[in-house]
């Protein structure tokens, strides 16, 4: 598992982790999602962690590992889980698919969580509410804020549509977070 945590804060503050399930490492995707969890960390004061799932790819599809293992508990642990992944075949990554296949029901029970999707094509931009959205919540994780979505030729001002994505949805996340301290 690649975890970075940015910058150290307090014993007890919230961690708001983004899980990148694109199976490319440094992706364009990850990208942007550890740009939405810088965002929403420094509004709520918390930290921030990468769980990188291109480094546990071979984990993902084989018998339980320590690796996986601690991935798993990182993302059921975050405040905040930003689930970052590009649009492949008109859905999330099988790699994140798999990765979240392992939790059972109420795995991610108490988990505010952000999709945050990047589609080739703007047709693909409705992924993220059609199928990611959905498997989020049936694992129990509440899902109060609208997607960050982005098509490949927005990437390159994706702190113009990160800023825009925060001053209509941040608050929602605060005011969750403040109702789970």
């Not at 992706?27 to 740009?35: D, I, K, P, V």
């Amino acid at each position: 598992m690649t975890t970075t945590t940015h910058p150290p804060t307090a014993t007890g503050a919230p961690t708001v982790i983004t899980l990148s399930g694109n199976p490319r490492p440094g992706s364009r995707t990850q990208q942007l999602g550890e740009r939405v969890a810088a965002a929403v960390a420094a509004r709520l004061g918390a930290r921030t962690e990468l769980v990188d799932l291109s480094a546990l790819a071979g984990d993902v599809f084989a018998p339980a590992t320590p690796g996986l293992e601690r991935a798993l508990e990182t993302a059921a642990s975050a405040a905040v889980l930003v689930v970052a992944t590009p649009t492949y075949k008109a859905t999330y990554t099988g790699l994140l698919k798999a990765f979240l296949d392992r939790y059972g029901a109420g795995g991610l029970a108490g988990v505010a969580a952000v999709p945050v999707q990047v589609a080739g094509n703007p047709v693909h931009l409705a992924a993220a509410d059609l199928h990611l959205r959905p498997v989020l919540t049936e694992l129990g994780a509440r899902v109060p804020t609208r997607p960050v979505l982005a098509t490949e030729a927005q990437l390159p001002d994706a702190e113009s549509l990160v800023g825009e994505w925060v001053a209509t949805e941040v608050e929602a996340l605060a005011t969750l977070a403040e109702v789970a301290a």
